[in-house]
C-alpha cells in the first residue's frame, strides 16, 4: 500500500490568511486545493484517499464538538452533509461557489456553536439594512432617518444590535462621502461593491427599507439570498414606493422574508420587534 499523506490541523492553519476577518473565494479556494489535490492520473496517486481521511478527521472534530456542547451526536457531521447536498441543487453555481458558501456556512456554525458555551451574554444580532443611495432626495432621506430610529428603539429587545453598515440615513448627495470617511478608501463602484458584500457576508439579518426605486438594493439582495448569508430578510416598503419587479415579490421559496407596507415610520415597530425576535431563534436553532 502507498503512502498517504498525514493530514494535520497545522496543515490547513498554515494556510490560513492571519488577521482577515473576511475571507476571499481565491483564498478559500487556495486552501481546498491544497488539502484537496487534483488527480494526476499517475499510479499511486492518493488524492482520493487523502479526502477520505481529511474529510474523516473533520467529522471527528465536528462529533468532539458535540460531545462538548452536549448536542445530539453526529449533528455537526450531519449538518455539513445537508448543506452539502443543499448547495448541489444549485446547478447555476460553480463548485469554487459551492466552495466559498459551504465553508462561510460552517464558519457561521462555529461561532454560533462557541456562543452557546460561552459565559458572555448573547453575541448582538448583525443587522445590515438597505437603504436607497443614488435614487434618494431629501424627503427619502428623511423619512429613511425616521425607520433608523424605530429600528434602534429595539435595541437590546431581544439581543443588542450591531448595525454593519451604520444607523445614517443618507441620500444621492452622502452616500460617497460617509463611504470614504468609514473606510478610508476613495470611492470606486469596484471599492463600494466589496465593501457592502463583505458586509453582507456577516449579517444575521437583512433590512431592506424600500422608499424609492433602487437597483442596487436588488443586486445586493440577490447576492444575500443566492451567494451570501441568506438570513432572515425584512422588506419595508413605502406605500409611495410599491414593488413593482415581479421577481422580488413572494419571495418565500427562497429565503425567510417578511414584507410590511407602512405609510408613516412609526408603523414599522411591531413587525421589527417580531422580526428580531425570530432571526434570535433561527440563531439559537442553527446554534
Known sequence: MGSIDPFHLPFIAAALPRNRRIWSEAQVATVMDRIYPAASGQPGDQSHPRQQLSSAYLAGVAHSQDELLLLPA???????????????????????????????????????????CSDDSEAPLKVFIRQPFTESGQAQQALVAGVLKQIDEHQGEPSKLRYL?????????????????????????????????????????????????????????????????????????????????????????????????????????????????????????AA
Open 165 to 285: 453598515t451604520g444607523r445614517q440615513a443618507e441620500s444621492a448627495a452622502t452616500f460617497k462621502t460617509s463611504f470614504e470617511i468609514e473606510t478610508g478608501e476613495a470611492f470606486t463602484p469596484h471599492a463600494f461593491r466589496a465593501h457592502r458584500l463583505a458586509l453582507l457576508d456577516q449579517a444575521d439579518a437583512f433590512i431592506n427599507i424600500r422608499v424609492g426605486m433602487s437597483e442596487s438594493s436588488a443586486f445586493e439582495l440577490s447576492y444575500h439570498v443566492f451567494r451570501g448569508a441568506c438570513t432572515p430578510v425584512l422588506f419595508l416598503v413605502w406605500k409611495h414606493a410599491p414593488i413593482k419587479t415581479t421577481l422580488l415579490k413572494d419571495l418565500g421559496d427562497l429565503c425567510d422574508v417578511t414584507y410590511l407596507e407602512f405609510e408613516q415610520a412609526g408603523e414599522v415597530g411591531p413587525v421589527l420587534g417580531e422580526f428580531f425576535r425570530r432571526c434570535n431563534r433561527l440563531r439559537a436553532g
Open 74 to 116: 453526529g449533528s455537526l457531521a450531519t449538518a455539513s452533509i445537508e448543506q452539502a447536498r443543499a448547495l448541489l441543487k444549485n446547478r447555476a453555481a460553480s463548485q469554487r461557489d459551492r466552495i466559498l458558501y459551504a465553508f462561510r456556512c460552517g464558519a457561521r456554525a462555529a461561532r454560533a456553536a462557541r456562543s452557546m
